[in-house]
């Protein structure tokens, strides 16, 4: 059986060897805190991944703070981590629902790697079970990666903009309320959000033990978020295009497939100055 969207700790512990687990902790405020937890202790046989480091490409200044790598580049760092394309991956973090985990199931889903699943509940959930961990770091074996980039799971900031003033796309931002309102913007040079977005906040996909609702809960909440327009006709962005890949991630596992993601989102967005933004409730 292989894993597209979550793994429970229960279903992973049995195959803790087959698998290729990731360890995705990461604080925007501090970036080295998340590597210095995993060295102080990590699910057995897991490996760090950096979301600055391993899950982003170069930023220009103008393309966001955590831009898409290059195709080229997640093949290497893919084939570096030993993943093939018979490779079962599982990413986990310390944000119950798996905030950056959910970036690297994103990016292996958009390089054509459907094996791949978010931990349930994160690195809480595991200790909470006191399943095997050891302190260190860990590798393993290199491999070849073959990628095949699906460019039609991505939205560009020209597309996003003309498709928000659309009735037949939905474009929603991840952001909490209040940046999505423009009341305060704690990390981006400019408050708002992009003309004619709605918003939905990407931790309310979570119980409140961390886990993922279920899937007919996130299935009405998005279908009402949605309306009419069918799920792969949604775009989702956030501050960096990391919590929008987990409402992608909700919605793949509500059955509702084929959301698209703009990786450069707000950061990207109100870079250039001669680009529109709306603030207030409503989009």
Not at 221 to 232: I, Q
Request: with cysteine; charged share 20%.
């Amino acid at each position: 059986m292989s894993y597209t969207t979550l793994a429970t700790p229960e279903q992973l512990l049995p195959r803790l060897a087959d698998f290729a687990v990731f360890d995705c902790r990461f604080k925007l405020e501090d970036p080295e805190a998340g590597r210095k937890a995993y060295l102080d202790s990590h699910i057995t046989g897991a490996v760090y991944a950096h979301l600055d480091q391993d899950l982003s490409g170069p930023k220009t200044g103008m393309n966001g703070r955590h831009p898409l790598p290059g195709a080229d580049s997640l093949v290497k760092t893919f084939s570096a981590w030993g993943i093939s394309d018979s490779t079962q991956v599982v990413a986990y973090d310390d944000v119950g629902g798996g905030l950056a985990a959910a970036r690297l199931w994103w990016l292996l889903k958009y390089m054509g790697h459907d094996q791949a699943a978010v931990l349930d509940g994160g690195w809480q959930a595991w200790a909470a079970a006191n399943y095997p961990a050891r302190p260190g770091s860990e590798s393993r074996p290199p491999t070849t990666f073959v990628g095949h980039p699906r460019p039609d799971m991505i939205r560009h900031t020209d597309e996003v903009g003309e498709l928000a003033r659309s009735s037949s796309w939905v474009v929603v931002d991840s952001r909490a309320p209040v940046r999505y309102r423009g009341d305060e913007e704690p990390i981006d040079p400019v408050a708002g959000h992009i003309p004619g977005a709605r918003n939905y906040l990407w931790s309310d996909n979570l119980e409140a033990t961390g886990r993922m609702l279920p899937p007919d809960q996130l299935r009405a909440r998005f279908e009402k978020l949605l309306g009419d327009v069918p799920p792969d006709h949604s775009i989702f962005y956030c501050g960096s295009g990391v919590t929008s890949a987990h409402n992608v991630l909700a919605m793949e596992v509500a059955g509702l497939t084929g959301a698209k993601l703009y990786p450069g989102s707000w950061s990207e967005w109100c870079g250039d100055p001669t680009r529109p933004v709306e603030k207030g409730d409503k989009p």
